[in-house]
């Protein structure tokens, strides 16, 4: 381990924190930084050389190398930190990902010269100051374009973004221009949904119910349940049918003569057994899931929040975000 990687990474902390965080950035004089690359240092040690050679044989053709390849490196110099200063960066709110999936940060690049502007790179800066993988692009002239790049967040809760980098060694390569930048945005992360959660729990009578309806611990409540082989075509709801197939899924349920209206579908953490906390929310995250998918009315039960039965997208969200954040 390098024993100055501690220190380079305070060092990278306290200055990052110095940057106001903001959705929308103008690369300008202020926040655009340029030094030689490793090639540009290796051609500034070979004019040296040719420097030397040159007034020691006294080459006027020495001395002519030397100054053509000088001047076309500082032209590049001014052309390289042109080529990222005025560009404009946008971030678009990310969407909300379970655990351990990618946080997909989608990015709009808008220049207004007249010139294209080549060679940009964006990545994402890592917290060990470790070199970021950068994904390339142009920006055309008086245009946009768009970039996604992809975080890992490191678990379930609202995090903020990480701090972006922006890049480029255009034409020469001979100087490194960069610029740091810190969306204000955050990423809001679900817990990760069980690979083999249990069936959904049995349904609470509601109140004012007799509680003599019957419910089976296979997914039958409100009256519907999954399609089985040789179930009558009257009994599917079509209704359902006709949203599932919408959303691509091949999924049909039928009506339950069985079961009652007068039956709610809770999922509680308490159901889940002695499992420890993450375990839990990731069963709850599953029965979610699986409740919305079977367009069941479900509720939901966490430490400090309760949220009454519903169903839909804004419902699902709804508890997943409660879950993230519990």
């Given at each position: 381990m390098n024993p100055l990687r501690p220190l380079r990474r305070r060092l990278q902390t306290w200055f990052h924190n110095r940057i106001r965080r903001s959705d929308t950035l103008t690369l300008t004089q202020r926040n655009v930084y340029i030094l030689p690359s490793s090639p540009g240092w290796m051609l500034a040690l070979t004019l040296a050389v040719l420097l030397l050679a040159s007034i020691n044989y006294q080459l006027n053709l020495g001395y002519l190398l030397t100054f053509l390849l000088a001047g076309s490196a500082l032209v590049g110099m001014h052309v390289c930190h042109g080529n990222l200063r005025g560009l404009t960066l946008h971030l678009h709110p990310p969407e909300p990902v379970h655990a351990h999936e990618a946080v997909v940060?989608?990015?709009?690049?808008?220049?207004?010269?007249?010139?294209?502007?080549?060679?940009?790179?964006l990545g994402v800066v890592d917290a060990d100051?470790?070199?970021?993988?950068?994904?390339?692009?142009?920006?055309?002239?008086?245009?946009?374009?768009?970039v996604q790049l992809a975080w890992r967040a490191p678990g379930r809760?609202?995090?903020?973004?990480?701090?972006?980098?922006?890049?480029?060694?255009?034409?020469?390569?001979?100087?490194?221009?960069?610029?740091?930048w810190r969306p204000a945005s955050t990423a809001l992360v679900y817990p990760e949904p069980e690979a083999h959660p249990p069936p959904l729990p049995p349904g609470e009578p509601q109140g004012g119910g007799a509680g003599s309806a019957r419910v089976q611990a296979t997914g039958e409540y409100d009256g519907?349940?999954?399609?089985?082989?040789?179930?009558?075509?009257?009994?599917?709801?079509?209704?359902?049918?006709?949203?599932?197939f919408a959303s691509g899924r091949d999924e049909l349920v039928s009506r339950d003569a069985l079961s009652s209206q007068r039956q709610a579908l809770w999922l509680?953490?308490?159901?889940?057994?002695?499992?420890?906390?993450?375990?839990?929310?990731?069963?709850?995250?599953?029965?979610?899931?699986?409740?919305?998918?079977?367009?069941?009315?479900?509720?939901?039960?966490?430490?400090?929040?309760?949220?009454?039965?519903?169903?839909?997208?804004?419902?699902?969200?709804?508890?997943?975000?409660?879950?993230a954040l519990c």
């Open positions: 940060l989608e990015l709009q690049l808008a220049s207004e010269r007249r010139r294209v502007r080549h060679g940009i790179g100051g470790k070199a970021p993988t950068l994904a390339w692009t142009d920006v055309p002239a008086q245009g946009r374009t768009p809760g609202l995090h903020a973004l990480p701090t972006l980098m922006a890049q480029t060694g255009f034409p020469l390569g001979t100087f490194r221009v960069w610029a740091f519907v349940r999954p399609y089985r082989r040789g179930d009558p075509l009257k009994s599917v709801v079509w209704k359902k049918a006709a949203q599932a509680d953490i308490n159901q889940c057994g002695g499992a420890g906390m993450e375990a839990r929310l990731s069963r709850l995250t599953a029965w979610v899931l699986m409740a919305d998918r079977l367009g069941l009315d479900y509720g939901l039960r966490v430490p400090g929040r309760e949220i009454a039965p519903d169903q839909g997208a804004a419902h699902r969200a709804r508890c997943l975000e409660a879950l």
